[in-house]
């Protein structure tokens, strides 16, 4: 009798360790990051395997709330590409707690993050994609469909590693390319809970920024906004606008492009046009030499994406990590050169995804830095209206500015009381890197299911 009490006694106590005293996995908490600045939160980062037979894996990280993170809900991030980290992308650049210092070997505080109003979790999907694998070379043709197949797969395999996150408010949010993965993997989660008998997913809002809508219109637009901001010439504006209609690109229209894409030249971050660029050759000699590599664009570190890859190929933060596990050939980068993706899902029309979102009642927000001349604002102002006008809603906020310190944050428009078009004023394609506060005073109204502030103040004299 005293034999099987004992073992189980230990089995407890195994069980304990595994999981961790509140439910939570041990093994893949992160106990502190090289250079990284003392917080009270708890950070978690490692694997969730999403198809043990083929060997495939995806790589997590996850911060809790600031403060109070038992009653906050979770937000799931992810970036575009596709093809391109989330965790190198929105947690390390834009809306997680850290940013790389200059030199490339610390971390400094975000005072923005979006964690002090929600969990954050993010995940390097598909595989391919920086730290996550498959043993299965053919996993890496992929497309829109397998990839929110395998996001649905990773967080019914999170929810198993963090059980207490299943009754959660649950928001799904990303940008760039995320405009095909998060309405896919919305549409996906609310498929879920239609045929699950079991658990369902408590999905609350999704939020979408300077996203991949319909590619013609987008595409459109780019060439809209570069004659708008005075980058090319009345003259190559009218003929791509007679010879291009980006759907069968004719001779002529490529001519057009193809001289516009010159005028522009090398020397503008096609992301953010106000931005000075990062010189890549000047600043690897300076993080090899261990001095600072930040150059300072209106507020902006321009270098931080060499930085943040300096940091994250060393191998004390990849241990910190829980890693690379299968010691990859390769080094850790933003945008995989292994995913093979189907280009024809590139022009996929995203909005009768969000049609049926919306229509399960479920906000939807799409947001965009107006800097951006990669999916500019004037195409997915005008493809959010188009969706508007097909669910027959209303306008429930006119068109008009919302603020944020006494300042103009943006403007924003509502329609039906469900779907939120809002410009994020001197922000870029990546709007929390650009205007952290902003992005974060928009984050907290999407959560906290409130409207932007559009309080009128005095006129200034």
């Known amino acids: 009798m005293f034999l099987e009490m004992s073992w189980w006694i230990f089995g407890i106590l195994l069980g304990l360790l595994v999981l961790g005293v509140d439910g939570y996995p041990a ?108 043993n299965t070379t053919s996993d890496y043709n992929c497309g829109d469909a397998s990839t929110a197949n395998d996001n649905l797969l990773f967080l019914l395999g999170w929810y198993k590693k963090f059980p207490e996150y299943k009754s959660r408010d649950l928001f799904l949010t990303g940008e760039s390319y995320a405009g095909h993965y ?31 809508l319909k590619l013609d219109n987008d595409t459109a637009a780019t060439y809209e906004y570069f004659w708008s901001h005075g980058m090319i010439s009345d003259e190559n504006f009218l003929a791509i606008t007679n010879e291009c209609d980006f759907d069968d690109y004719s001779d002529e229209c490529t001519k057009a492009l193809e001289e516009a894409n010159n005028i522009v030249g090398a020397y503008i971050n096609d992301y953010d046009v106000i931005l000075d660029v990062c010189y890549p050759s000047i600043v690897e000699q300076e993080l090899r030499l261990r001095k600072s590599a930040t150059k300072i664009s209106i507020g ?94 209303k306008v429930t906020v006119p068109y008009g500015a919302w603020f944020s310190k006494g300042q103009v944050g943006g403007w924003a428009v509502e329609y039906g009381n469900l779907l939120t078009f809002a410009t994020v004023r001197g922000a870029a394609h990546m709007v929390p890197y650009a205007q952290p506060r902003r992005a974060f005073l928009l984050f907290d109204s999407f959560v906290s299911d409130k409207r932007l502030p559009n309080t009128t103040y005095p006129p200034i004299e």
């Open 27 to 134: 093994e893949d908490l992160v106990l502190s990051l090289p250079g990284q600045p003392n917080v009270s939160f708890r950070q978690f980062a490692g694997y969730v395997d999403v198809d043990e037979k083929n060997g495939r894996s995806f790589f997590y990280y996850f911060a809790e709330a600031e403060k109070d993170s038992y009653k906050k809900p979770l937000t799931l991030w992810l970036n575009g590409g596709p093809g391109c980290s989330s965790v190198g992308g929105g947690a390390f650049t834009e809306l997680g707690p850290f940013y790389p210092t200059g030199d490339g070997r610390g971390l400094r505080m975000n005072k923005y993050s979006w964690n002090k109003v929600s969990n954050l979790l993010f995940v390097e999907s598909p595989a391919g994609v920086g730290w996550s694998y498959s």
């Open 300 to 393: 902006v570190d321009v270098c931080m994406t060499y930085e943040r890859h300096f940091y994250f190929n060393l191998p004390a933060v990849q241990q910190a990590l829980h890693a690379n596990r299968t010691h990859l050939s390769y080094s850790w980068s933003m945008c995989s050169g292994l995913v093979n993706y189907t280009s024809a899902d590139i022009s996929t029309n995203i909005l009768p995804l969000l049609k049926t979102i919306v229509q399960n009642h479920i906000p939807v927000w799409v947001f965009s830095g107006d800097q951006d001349s990669v999916v500019p604002l004037l195409g997915s102002r005008t493809l959010i209206r188009e969706l508007a006008n097909d669910l027959k809603f």
């Open 182 to 212: 998060i309405p896919q993997l919305a549409v996906a989660v609310l498929n879920h809970n239609q045929h699950s008998t079991g658990f369902k997913f408590n999905l609350k809002g999704v939020a979408i920024g300077n996203p991949l």
